[in-house]
């Protein structure tokens, strides 16, 4: 039962959604038959005294019989509606922020912690026993002609302490012309400078493993996108286990940043070349003792043999 003011009668809340229905279904033309009710008067106050939220559907019929009589000028229309209208109104609509700002809040922590857990797990444990964060220093030539390798192997034997240039490479190298033997003629090349060209496994713990123990490796990468990319030899010179980074010395950039996962795929795209290029009695990390010996044979083979006889007794000799 909905109470009425004290000067008004005690109000049958099923005449008055029966008369609000009446009200807001007939024509308007019957307005001048109710416009003076006092029943309706009194609907109307105690419809705006009681909760919207209980009166929902006879609010909404009084509404419409409100506009209609404004309409047709038999009584004044207040625009304004109820305070606890407005403030229910108001904390619904705070109430739905507030869920959807808790859902979203929840999702993207969700989703960070995953995408973390997920980073973290794809690290392989060789990895998580090296340092944390390594930089080799050391000279490297800027350049891209002949996709930077000419640069990359000065700077691996300028690290040596052999005095060189790319373009005094480029004549041994039998460039222009041989592009398509440049990975070979560079070994053989390094090889007559007494270096030992020392193979490497083609997956990243074996690759940092070296950078960790202070010798920067040479790879070869894909490097642009998917509407155009083509191979380019680079020196691996760093990595930061934390931010799973590598740092690579490549074609004009000194500090080529790249994920894991990112060099990865561009190393195996391009082959999953990566060798070391040692002094005779620099032993490689980890080292493969036939895989030396084999580089070693290499070595005398090119005219070497003192150096090969140095890098064999120097692994007898660890």
């Known amino acids: 039962m909905a109470a009425a003011t004290a000067s008004q009668p005690e109000i049958n809340i099923t005449i008055v959604i029966v008369r609000l229905i009446s009200a807001s279904s007939l024509p308007c033309i019957g307005h001048t038959l109710f416009a003076n009710d006092s029943l309706v008067a009194a609907v109307f106050q105690a419809i705006d005294q009681r909760s919207a939220v209980i009166n929902q559907f006879a609010l909404l019929n009084a509404l419409n019989c409100r506009l209609r009589l404004y309409r047709h000028r038999v009584a004044s229309y207040d625009r304004r509606p109820s305070r606890e209208r407005i403030d229910w109104r108001l904390n619904k609509r705070v ?12 999702a ?3 989703g960070c912690v995953a995408g973390l857990a997920g980073c973290a797990g794809s690290v392989a444990p060789e990895i998580k026993r090296l340092p944390e964060r390594v930089e080799l220093s050391g000279t490297f030539y800027r350049g891209q002609d002949y996709q930077s390798g000419p640069q990359v192997l000065a700077s691996m034997l300028a690290q040596q302490g052999i005095v060189i240039t790319p373009g005094l490479l ?6 222009p012309g041989a592009e398509a033997q440049l990975q070979q003629n560079m070994q ?19 690759l940092l493993t070296q950078v960790a123990a202070g010798y920067p490796v040479m790879v ?17 010179a760093g990595y930061n286990r ?7 010395r490549a074609g004009m950039n000194r500090r080529n940043l790249m994920s894991f996962s990112s060099f990865e795929s561009s190393f195996k795209d391009a082959g999953g070349w990566a060798v070391l290029i040692q ?10 003792q036939q895989r030396w010996l084999k580089a070693a044979s290499d070595l005398g083979q090119a005219g070497q043999e003192q150096a090969a006889a140095r890098a064999k007794k120097a692994l007898t000799a660890q």
């Open 188 to 206: 053989n090349l390094a090889r007559e400078y007494g270096m030992v060209v020392y193979p490497l496994d083609s997956h990243l713990p074996a």
């Open 170 to 175: 480029q004549k041994p190298l039998h460039l």
């Open 220 to 236: 070869r990468f894909t490097e642009g996108s998917a509407l155009w990319a083509e191979p380019r030899y680079a020196i691996l």
């Open 279 to 288: 002094k005779p009695n620099q032993i490689p990390a980890n080292v493969d």
């Open 242 to 248: 934390q931010k799973q980074t590598v740092l690579l």
């Open 95 to 106: 109430m739905i922020v507030r869920v959807f700002s808790r859902i979203r809040a929840a």
């Open 108 to 110: 993207l922590i969700v």
